[in-house]
């Protein structure tokens, strides 16, 4: 019995050793490293992403990204002195990139496109140089050139953000008054449904659509900039409903991909503390779920269409990457 209970005595204190002399700081040389991902909220050990594939293409903003006739595009703000609109496409069967496709709109530093897909085509939306929105079409047989250019009259200091639901193309806004706004089209070509919400925002919105909803996220202006999401409903459009304001922080626009499930839940990725980016997963409560900090940096927000990540890297040419992550 005595040496039952020295054995016991001295096993406890050989692990009080362990974890004190080795385990402990073991750990906290891979944190300094980067080899382990940690977060707020429910961390993981590891990071969900493979190699990046770094592209010969230069940013001076968040990429958009989006598939296309089963392709996946790019969309990009150039680091011209024009500042002009690009597209190029991936192959991630040989992991490469297509030569750019420079358009002639051009943009601001820090105002990336938005894309999508309207009634078969790929939409573009960006923020002119006047600060006025636009709407156009990307023809792949005139490709520099966008098709069905609307400008809209209305101004903004920051990158819109377009999605498609219900049959309509939905366009989102901060205004120059930092508020939210939200208008949408049946043709892309006659916006008449502009809604201004009393809604604070920091930058640019995010929209995506998740299970038959049209989700919003945004930035508030609070000093910790929570992440902030509602629900846009077609039939009571003045009001969002279920806002919720997150536990999580971001000074910049987050990325938002469906979840694919019933709840309806959102994938998000977004760029946190020390430029680092963020996975995590959006199920309607004010926590986001599994979060994992990245070893990847970037000075503007990531884009996400599953399974991809796209972002502008922090290295001096700020080169656009592509990676694969699974949440």
Known sequence: MLSNSFEIEGTAKGRTWFL????????????????????TGMASPSTPLRPAVVSTQHADAAPALIAYNATAYIGWTGRNTAHNLNLMTYNP???AFSPAIVLTDSTLVGAGPSLAIFNGNLAVSWMGTDHRLNVAFFKPGDPTHLANKVTLSEYSNNAPAIVTFNGRLYLSWRGTDGRLNIISSADAHTFNTKVTYNIAIRTSPTLQTSDGVLFVAWEDITTQSHIGFAQYNPSSPAILSAEIITTSSSMLPVALFTAGTANPDLRVAWTGVGKY?????YEGDDVLHNVVTTTQTSAYGPALYMPYLSWTGTDTAQSLNMQQVSF
């Open 20 to 39: 004190r002399r080795v385990a402990l700081p073991l750990l906290l040389a891979l944190l300094a490293l980067g080899f382990v991902g940690m977060s």
């Open 277 to 281: 980016i963020n996975l995590g997963i």
């Open 93 to 95: 069967a040989n992991q």
